[in-house]
């Protein structure tokens, strides 16, 4: 007969923290689901982003309430009766976290596999007052590319990037900028129609690109897609550019496909999501 000792308290200690970390991990687990819910829909009750969630609902109620405390969340009141929201705590971190963000380190993978996808010249350029500034860039390996440099300024209204840098702004901070720039001079400084311009912009806003053809040099054909953070704030652009003697149909469909999954992707990086963005158009 085979002689079993009963468990001491010593051997169900381990066993009962083990237990314990499982719980709360899953714990955590069930309120950042709770949280991405709530970040998809302005207001749910408790039992319907249980529900949605798919979390106890006695669970969701405690974990709400403890999340509320620390201001990341908030009870709110509508047609449907109380529910929870996101809280304005969010609004401190996502602004932390921007100033911690270098958008240069960030957009250089995503720019080199635009560039592996279709082997041409892509830029990321940023807006600095009524100018494009170029901060960063990955070149072509053809012999025949299109070049650029660090810091390298074009005026806002000429070149495709620009047109993708004004897409986020109002009607009249586009009009606002025509006035600004009205005493430019020389070679591309000439201002084209202020309404023609909007119009312009609103089709880049329409399709998520803008395109150019022989602006910036006659050589030169280029496709831009505007960047947008956390806030859907347009905040850069990336820039596909290539010889205008290989941009080719087939070439500038391949183009307008990567600047825009480039765009949206380092949108996405910067946390923006299309449910976020805010039409200031008008």
């Given at each position: 007969?085979?002689?079993?000792?009963?468990?001491?308290?010593?051997?169900?200690?381990?066993?009962?923290?083990?237990?314990?970390?499982?719980?709360?991990?899953?714990?955590?687990?069930?309120?950042?689901?709770?949280?991405?819910?709530?970040?998809?829909?302005?207001?749910?009750?408790?039992?319907?982003?249980?529900?949605?969630?798919?979390?106890?609902?006695?669970?969701?109620?405690?974990?709400?309430?403890t999340i509320a405390k620390q201001g990341l969340a908030r009870r709110s009141s509508g047609e449907g009766g109380e529910g929870w929201e996101l809280g304005l705590?969010?609004?401190?971190?996502?602004?932390?976290?921007?100033?911690?963000?270098?958008?240069?380190?960030?957009?250089?993978?995503?720019?080199?596999?635009?560039?592996?996808?279709?082997?041409?010249?892509?830029?990321?350029?940023?807006?600095?007052?009524?100018?494009?500034?170029?901060?960063?860039?990955?070149?072509?390996?053809?012999?025949?590319?299109?070049?650029?440099?660090?810091?390298?300024?074009?005026?806002l209204h000429v070149g495709a990037a620009g047109r993708a840098l004004l897409c986020g702004l109002t009607h009249e901070e586009i009009g606002d900028y025509f006035?600004?720039?009205?005493?430019?001079?020389?070679?591309?400084?000439?201002?084209l129609d202020v309404e023609r311009f909007i119009a312009q912009v609103e089709a880049v806003r329409a399709k998520g690109y803008a395109e150019a053809r022989g602006?910036?040099?006659?050589?030169?054909?280029?496709?831009?897609?505007?960047?947008?953070?956390?806030?859907?704030?347009?905040?850069?652009?990336?820039?596909?550019?290539?010889?205008?003697?290989?941009?080719?149909?087939?070439?500038?469909?391949?183009?307008?496909?990567?600047?825009?999954?480039?765009?949206?992707?380092?949108?996405?990086?910067?946390?923006?999501?299309?449910?976020?963005?805010?039409?200031?158009?008008?």
């Amino acid at each position: 007969m085979t002689n079993r000792s009963l468990p001491t308290a010593d051997d169900e200690a381990p066993q009962r923290e083990e237990g314990d970390q499982r719980y709360r991990v899953e714990a955590v687990t069930r309120a950042v689901r709770l949280l991405k819910t709530l970040q998809q829909n302005a207001a749910m009750d408790t039992a319907t982003l249980a529900k949605a969630a798919d979390a106890p609902p006695a669970f969701t109620q405690q974990a709400m309430e403890t999340i509320a405390k620390q201001g990341l969340a908030r009870r709110s009141s509508g047609e449907g009766g109380e529910g929870w929201e996101l809280g304005l705590a969010w609004l401190q971190l996502a602004a932390a976290r921007s100033r911690q963000i270098d958008l240069r380190e960030l957009a250089l993978p995503v720019m080199r596999r635009m560039r592996d996808a279709v082997d041409e010249t892509v830029i990321l350029g940023v807006r600095r007052g009524g100018r494009r500034v170029n901060v960063d860039y990955v070149e072509s390996t053809q012999a025949i590319r299109r070049v650029t440099q660090h810091g390298h300024e074009s005026p806002l209204h000429v070149g495709a990037a620009g047109r993708a840098l004004l897409c986020g702004l109002t009607h009249e901070e586009i009009g606002d900028y025509f006035v600004s720039a009205a005493s430019g001079a020389g070679r591309n400084a000439r201002l084209l129609d202020v309404e023609r311009f909007i119009a312009q912009v609103e089709a880049v806003r329409a399709k998520g690109y803008a395109e150019a053809r022989g602006e910036l040099s006659d050589d030169s054909c280029a496709i831009a897609a505007p960047v947008r953070d956390h806030t859907g704030a347009v905040i850069a652009a990336l820039t596909i550019s290539c010889p205008s003697d290989r941009f080719t149909p087939e070439l500038e469909a391949a183009c307008i496909a990567n600047a825009r999954e480039g765009g949206a992707e380092l949108s996405r990086l910067l946390g923006y999501t299309p449910t976020k963005r805010v039409d200031r158009a008008n």
